[in-house]
């Protein structure tokens, strides 16, 4: 399980982006997005390196937790 904090992660097109980036990296992911405290939680054989990626390429810069 990798978890990431997004700031600017703000309402639910935000959300539905980060998601559609997370999975453009790894189709099978299971993604889980709390908008309350910006997080998302990701069940993934990704390593976090592209996914980081795939999220700064949709405009959303994230910190793995």
């Excluded at 399980?1 to 997370?22: F, R, S």
Aim: charged share 20%.
């Amino acid at each position: 399980m990798q978890t990431y904090k997004i700031d600017n992660m703000t309402c639910g097109h935000c959300a539905g982006t980060v998601q559609k980036a997370i999975l453009t990296v790894d189709p099978q992911a299971v993604v889980r997005v709390d908008l309350g405290s910006r997080e998302v939680s990701v069940e993934t054989v990704a390593a976090p390196g592209p996914i980081a990626e795939a999220l700064m390429a949709a405009g959303y810069e994230s910190r793995q937790l």
